[in-house]
C-alpha cells in the first residue's frame, strides 16, 4: 500500500510539474506581450477569407515585434455578427472587421462606404474616392463619432444572389425571402422580394430549411465556403453591387493605448491586408465559380433588356435615400455624386 501511495505521489508530482510548466509557457507568453488585442471577423474557421483575418493577426504581432499578441476570433466565438460592432464600441473586442449592412441603423454611413447597388466595380476609383476624394476622412469622422478608429479598408468582388429556384425573369422576384441586409435588402424590396437579415453562418440551414428562398454572400466565395450551392443553385446573372468595400476598426480607448510606433505598425498591416484581400481575392473568386459549378450551380436565364432596365430603376433612388440617414452619410453621397462613379 505504501510503495503503491509513493508511486501516486510521484506521478501526481509529475503531473503538477507539467501542468505548471504549461501554465508558466502561457503566462510568459502572455507577459511578453504589451497588449493583449481580440480580433473578431464574420467568418467560420477554416474559410478562405477568414484565413486571411488570421494573417492579418500575425502580421500586427510580426511587425510589433510582439509587444502586441492577437486572438482572432471567428463566427460564433464569442461574438454574433449583428453584435460586431458594438462590440468593439465597448471594447469587448478590441479589433473588428464587420459587414457594414448587418449595422445600417447603429451606422448609416456605413451601408454607403460598403458600396451601394449600382456602385462601381473599379478597384481604382475605389481606391481613389476613399484616399484622394476625401471618402477616408468622413469615414474617420463618422467611427470616432462613436468611440471607434477607422483603418485600411479592403476591396472584395461583386455581389450575387443564389436562388433555390431559377429567375426567369426580375418578376420572380415578388414575394421571394432573400437573406439581404441594408441597401442590398432595400434594393430587392424594390423588386417585390422581401430582404431578411441573418448571420452568414445562418445561410446553409435557412435554405435548407424554406426559411429563405435565396441569399447574398459578400461574394461567390462566401456561397462556394458556406456549401450553398446544395441547398440553392440557382445564381443570377446580374451583380447585386460591382464590388464591396470594407473596415478594419479598432476600439478607441486601447488604440489611444499605443505608442506611435506601433500605431504604425497596426496600419501597416491593414495595408498588407488589404492588398492581400485584393489579390487572393479575384484569384478565389474564379476558383469557387468552377468549385461550385462541379457541383451543380446553374445560371438563371440571361436577363432581358427590360429586366436590366428594372435592375437599374431598383437601385435609382438609394442614393438620395441614404443622403438622408445622417450628416456623414449625405457628406459622402455628394462626394459620390461630384464623380462620375
Known amino acids: 500500500m505504501l510503495n503503491n501511495f509513493s508511486k501516486f505521489k510521484n506521478r501526481l508530482s509529475t ?74 464600441k465597448s471594447g469587448l473586442i478590441t479589433m473588428g472587421a464587420p459587414f457594414q449592412s448587418m449595422h445600417a441603423g447603429e451606422l448609416p454611413a456605413g451601408v454607403v462606404e460598403i458600396g451601394l447597388p449600382g456602385g462601381t466595380a473599379d478597384t481604382d476609383e475605389l481606391n481613389s474616392l476613399f484616399h484622394e476624394k476625401g471618402w477616408g476622412e468622413v469615414l474617420e469622422e463618422a467611427y470616432g463619432s462613436q468611440g471607434m478608429v477607422w483603418l485600411e479598408p479592403y476591396i472584395q468582388p461583386p455581389v450575387y444572389i443564389l436562388t433555390k429556384n431559377p429567375i426567369e425573369s426580375v418578376e420572380d422576384f415578388e414575394g421571394l425571402k432573400i437573406r439581404a441586409p441594408g441597401a442590398y435588402g432595400k434594393f430587392l424590396r424594390n423588386l417585390g422580394a422581401s430582404p431578411v437579415s441573418m448571420a452568414w453562418s445562418e445561410i446553409y440551414t435557412s435554405l435548407a ?86 457541383n451543380g450551380l446553374e445560371w438563371s436565364p440571361e436577363p432581358s433588356d427590360a429586366d436590366k432596365q428594372a435592375w437599374a430603376d431598383a437601385g435609382a433612388t438609394l442614393r438620395e435615400e441614404y443622403a438622408e440617414q445622417g450628416k456623414y452619410s449625405k457628406q459622402l453621397i455628394e462626394i459620390l455624386n461630384s464623380t462620375d462613379y
Open 15 to 88: 503531473s503538477a510539474l507539467g501542468l505548471g510548466l504549461a501554465l508558466s509557457v502561457v503566462a510568459s507568453d502572455v507577459a511578453a506581450a504589451e497588449y493583449n488585442w481580440r480580433f473578431s471577423n464574420l467568418y467560420s474557421r477554416g474559410t478562405a477569407f477568414g484565413e486571411l483575418y488570421e494573417n492579418l493577426g500575425e502580421n500586427i504581432e510580426q511587425l510589433s515585434d510582439g509587444r502586441i499578441k492577437v486572438q482572432v476570433l471567428y463566427s460564433g466565438e464569442g461574438v454574433g455578427t449583428t453584435g460586431l460592432l458594438g462590440a468593439v
Open 209 to 294: 430549411t424554406g426559411v429563405i428562398d435565396g441569399s447574398i454572400g459578400s461574394n461567390m466565395i462566401d456561397h462556394r465556403d458556406g456549401n450553398h450551392v446544395e441547398v440553392a443553385k440557382y445564381m443570377y446573372p446580374l451583380p447585386l453591387a460591382g464590388a464591396q468595400v470594407l473596415p478594419i476598426v479598432v476600439n478607441r480607448s486601447d488604440w489611444n493605448k499605443l505608442p506611435d510606433d506601433l500605431k504604425a505598425a497596426v496600419r501597416k498591416a491593414t495595408e498588407i491586408h488589404a492588398e492581400e484581400q485584393l489579390t487572393k481575392s479575384k484569384q478565389w473568386e474564379s476558383e469557387a465559380l468552377e468549385d461550385m459549378k462541379a
